[in-house]
RNA sequence: GCGGGUGUGGCGGAAUUGGUAGACGCGCCAGACUUAGGAUCUGGUGACGCGAGUCAUAGGGGUUCGAGUCCCUUCACCCGCACCA
């Protein structure tokens, strides 16, 4: 028999099942369906091993359920619309449309290597006005329902490159091309109100009982509701009042300062006519807009010269800060200070000289000499020096004070989230754009559905900064469709994030005019799988369940939650080679020699460094390609799964793929044990059904659980069962039962051998094989023996055997009665057919 | 900084969810067969110890008859932080 020629083998059954349309489905409602996706991809142009692993984990998935009697749906399309495009165009002078219409070119011939069951026929590309006519008509949709709107709202402006950044775009807060000082701008755009949403999509997460718990307590925490007070502190000689929120209303005694952001309205009303707060104020502009830069800041803040009134005491007036660790976005924008009890607070207390005093005192110490130094207490504890607050414990201090302020018409409890509503507008051209004319006297207007799609023009020049749809000579220089007058086109496109919050609904529908149709989105979905990387635990994911709660209240046919299931898989990751000139070379630039790594091209040493995520700019990656070309495309999908658990990372190593590649010769050659004589013709049956029976159920349980390399671990037992115990008679059967366990995995050598073993249809179309329990019991059975919890000894008995029995057998043991020696024997702990523990006394 | 996670032999990992730590694979060692192959097959392989045994699941502490698993704590690394997708 010749070795397995994957290259031929590979390539005939990927026509052949293409031929088939094997993999094309429809509802039908006589099966139960089962909807599997792989978070779609930005068509970058090339697959990486990324990729390969999230397509195999549905892939497996889809091809298991198909055995299990569902119809499946496993698609497949492009994330087309996004940065790197426009990237491209600036860079390599070439059209976004171009450059993105080849990358799927040639993306999905390499996909189509890769012998996954897709049902192509459903592809969409979100950079078509076929698919986005229908997301502006969501848009309109959105906002006729009151879940759109504008308003005024910050971006990274290059002042040099007179364009946006986006964050990534902003390198230690310059811009990444021209180096100036990135500022924020202020510019009127959309945005999606989430925020009406936050209490469903918090409650609604109770329900996605199959997504991990990390994921819905990451979107619980994004969202992060937060129960207090909201207070109205008076204002010295003045008639307006400051709107704080607190989480701590008890420790408004403690109280020392009131800060307001820089962004808040009397913060900018005070800088018009004071040049110190200006100053501040430009100083906050300058900073960077991310949250993670801003909290690493130190913190400062400037003296506006205004008193607020302490709510309870109105001889106590508190200085009123501008301060750039006070957020617009959250609460009210104004806190009120208690150094003593919130870490922020004391920072800024001791830069500021202002008084840090103690009102919750830790129960069981004396209130004097309780004092903070470093550190805010922000534990539980007993409150003083808080008038009628005294001797409480920190909740019902809350609420005493709460319903205080209440009384005193000076606040209320209230409930404040941290999300914020969806900004959408993005001040660039490879997007969808937002259908609105802006009329000198109408205002925005919507453009009429009958002008669907708006559509991006393709004369565009990238040769001058800003947004090309912006400068472009006539797109945007339309009537108003309302009064007729000259008018202009919304030049802002909508964020990516909006087409992947619907493409998982076009999918079920794709090909027709209607964005999707009730009888196929009530049949497929919601997605009953749904699997991509952990980093899209919040934002996307949060996003498009937002979106699908929106589109049902706008009438769509679409469930509230879209995903079922999810799986978050981790990533692939590869060790680093330097070169000791100090720059990084490819896995494919070195070679091994002995224990250390040379360069292949000068024979210089290499460092090699940990595994980190494949990147291309530390050029630790893997061609999948290349590995496909030399081992086949099974043994890359076998080793993407067999080496880790998919949530985890995974390392790619030369020497692993290399053991997946002999595995599949492994089991190909398992196939002339068919013809070769046995050497023990009579062996136990029973012994090598119970394996394969054993091993049925521990893959099938396996693959339910996403263990595959668990799944893998066991097949491997099982092909090494058939050296060990194998009887002719058995052959047949053992060998098939492979197959079809392999058949997710491998698709390919499965299908040749199915073939070979004297089928004529496709293993894709058999059913999973079954595991007999009856084949599974063991009759005996080993069990653990402990002295006082330590392993001693082991015992084989028959299973279920009784206590006593057990008892007695263990203590004949000469290795129990040497450790027992003269001690007495206190008692015995069995766990059945497990263990027992002899516990001396 | 905040939120979420991960940590087990030389390496990737397994452990019936509180009950024999190291399944399976890689690597390494030995043997067999061929000896032109990086082929294949068989056996061994956590550390220390001649041994009975002792020590081992990132470090430290705790709960328990029994802890990789539960609790407290320290450290290291990874993901996200709202305009990368």
Redesign the pocket.
């Known amino acids: 028999m010749s070795r397995y020629n994957f290259k031929e083998v590979e390539y005939r059954w990927q026509q052949q099942w293409a031929h088939q349309n094997l993999y094309q489905c429809a509802p039908d409602s006589s099966r139960p369906k089962y909807y599997v996706l792989a978070?779609f991809?930005?068509p970058s142009g090339k697959i990486h091993m990324g990729h390969v692993r999230n397509y195999t984990i549905t892939d497996v998935i889809a091809r298991y359920k198909r055995a299990c009697g569902y119809n499946v749906l496993h698609p497949m399309g492009w994330?087309?619309?996004?940065?790197?495009a426009e990237n491209a165009a600036m860079q390599h002078h070439v059209h976004p449309a171009r450059w993105t219409y080849e990358n799927i070119a040639q993306m999905q011939e390499q996909m189509k290597s890769l012998g996954l069951s897709i049902d192509w026929s459903r592809e969409v590309m979100t950079c078509h006005p076929d698919y986005y006519r229908h997301e502006q008509k969501m848009f309109l949709d959105l906002w006729d329902k009151g879940l759109a709107y504008r308003k005024q709202?910050v971006?990274?402006w290059d002042p040099v490159d007179q364009t946006?950044?986006?964050?990534?775009?902003?390198i230690d807060g310059r811009g990444w091309r021209s180096g100036a000082v990135v500022e924020k701008r202020y510019?009127w755009?959309w945005f999606f109100k989430?925020t009406s949403y936050t209490k469903e999509l918090l409650s609604g997460l109770e329900t996605l009982t199959a997504w991990p718990?990390?994921?819905r307590?990451?979107q619980q925490?994004?969202i992060?509701m937060s129960s207090g007070a909201l207070i109205r502190f008076a204002l010295r000689n003045r008639l307006d009042h400051l709107e704080v929120f607190t989480t701590r209303p008890d420790t408004l005694f403690g109280a020392s300062f009131c800060a307001i952001s820089a962004d808040h309205p009397l913060a900018v009303t005070l800088g018009k006519s004071n040049r110190q707060i200006a100053l501040f104020l430009d100083e906050c502009a300058k900073s960077a807009?991310?949250?993670?830069t801003l909290?690493?800041l130190p913190k400062k803040g400037i003296d506006t010269g205004l008193k607020a009134v302490h709510p309870f005491n109105p001889t106590v007036e508190l200085p009123v800060f501008i301060a750039n660790f006070v957020y617009m976005?959250?609460g009210t924008g104004a806190i009120f200070g208690c150094p003593a009890h919130d870490?922020?607070d004391l920072e800024f207390a001791r830069q500021y000289n202002l008084p840090v005093k103690p009102v919750v005192i830790p129960k069981n110490q004396p209130a004097q000499g309780f004092t903070i130094r470093d550190i805010a207490f922000t534990d539980d504890g007993v409150l003083q020096h808080s008038d009628f607050l005294n001797g409480l414990s920190v909740e019902e201090a809350k609420l005493k004070a709460t319903q205080h302020l209440t009384k005193l018409g000076r606040g209320h409890a209230t409930n404040v989230f941290?999300?914020?509503?969806?900004?959408?507008?993005?001040?660039?051209y490879?997007?969808c754009p937002i259908p609105v004319i802006h009329c000198p006297e109408c205002g925005a207007v919507p453009v009429p559905v009958d002008d669907l799609p708006v559509v991006l023009p393709d004369d565009v020049s990238f040769n001058q900064p800003g947004n090309p749809l912006d400068h472009h000579p006539t797109w945007k220089y339309v009537d108003c469709p309302r009064c007729g007058r000259s008018a202009q086109r919304e030049t802002?496109t909508l964020?990516?994030?909006v087409e992947?919050s619907w493409y998982f609904a076009r999918f079920c529908s794709s090909s027709i005019a209607q964005p999707f149709l009730a009888s196929d989105t009530q049949y497929w979905l919601p997605v009953d799988q749904y699997v991509g990387?952990?980093?899209?635990?919040?934002?996307?994911l949060l996003y498009a369940r937002f979106f699908m709660h929106a589109l049902q209240d706008c009438g769509y046919p679409v469930p509230k939650e879209p995903f079922h299931g999810l799986f978050t898989q981790?990533?692939v990751i590869h060790e680093t080679y330097k070169h000791q000139k100090g720059h990084w070379l490819f896995p494919t630039e070195v070679e091994k020699q002995g224990d250390h790594y040379i360069c292949s091209a000068d024979g210089s040493p290499v460092t090699v460094g940990?595994?980190?995520?494949m990147s291309k700019s530390k050029k630790n990656v893997i061609d999948p390609g290349q590995i496909i070309e030399m081992y086949g495309v099974d043994t890359a999908r076998w080793f993407v799964l067999?080496?880790?658990?998919p949530?985890?990372?995974?390392?790619w190593?030369?020497?692993?793929v290399?053991?997946?590649w002999?595995?599949v010769?492994?089991i190909w050659?398992l196939l002339t044990l068919r013809t070769i004589a046995p050497q023990n013709p009579i062996k136990d049956n029973n012994a090598f059904r119970r394996i394969m029976h054993k091993t049925i159920a521990g893959v099938t349980t396996?693959i339910e659980?996403f263990?595959f390399?668990?799944a893998?671990?066991?097949?491997?037992?099982y092909?090494?069962a058939f050296?060990?115990h194998m009887d002719r008679n058995c052959l047949q059967e053992g060998l098939e039962a492979l197959v079809l366990l392999i058949q997710p995995f491998m698709p390919h050598l499965a299908e040749e051998m199915w073939h070979q073993l004297g089928h004529k249809t496709s293993v894709t179309l058999q059913p999973w094989p079954k595991a007999d329990p009856a084949l599974i019991e063991e009759d005996s059975?080993?069990?653990?023996i402990?002295v006082?919890?330590?392993?001693?000894d082991?015992i084989t008995v028959r299973k279920d055997i009784p206590n006593a029995e057990l008892e007695a057998a263990v203590c004949q043991r000469s290795?129990v009665q040497?450790?027992i020696g003269s001690q007495a024997i206190k008692?015995s702990?069995i766990?059945p057919n497990?263990?027992i523990?002899i516990?001396l006394g």
Not at 533 to 540: C, S
Not at 610 to 613: D, G, L
Not at 712 to 717: D, L, P, S, T, V
Request: aromatic content about 6%; glycine content about 6%.
């Open positions: 978070m991809p930005y994330d087309a619309f996004g940065l790197p709202s971006v990274n946006v950044l986006a964050n990534e775009q902003v510019l755009q989430i718990d990390k994921v307590l990451m925490n994004w992060g807009v991310n949250e993670a909290e690493k976005d959250y870490q922020r941290r999300l914020r509503d969806w900004g959408v507008s993005r001040q660039r490879w997007g802002d964020d990516t994030f992947s990387g952990i980093e899209h635990a919040i934002l996307h981790g990533m940990r595994s980190e995520k067999s080496d880790s658990p949530e985890r990372d995974f390392e190593t030369s020497s692993g290399e053991g997946a002999r595995l010769q492994k050659r396996d659980n263990r390399n668990r893998i671990a066991r097949i491997y037992e092909i090494n050296h060990e059975i080993i069990i653990a402990q006082n919890g330590k392993m001693r082991t290795i040497k450790t008692k702990i766990v497990r263990l523990n516990i």
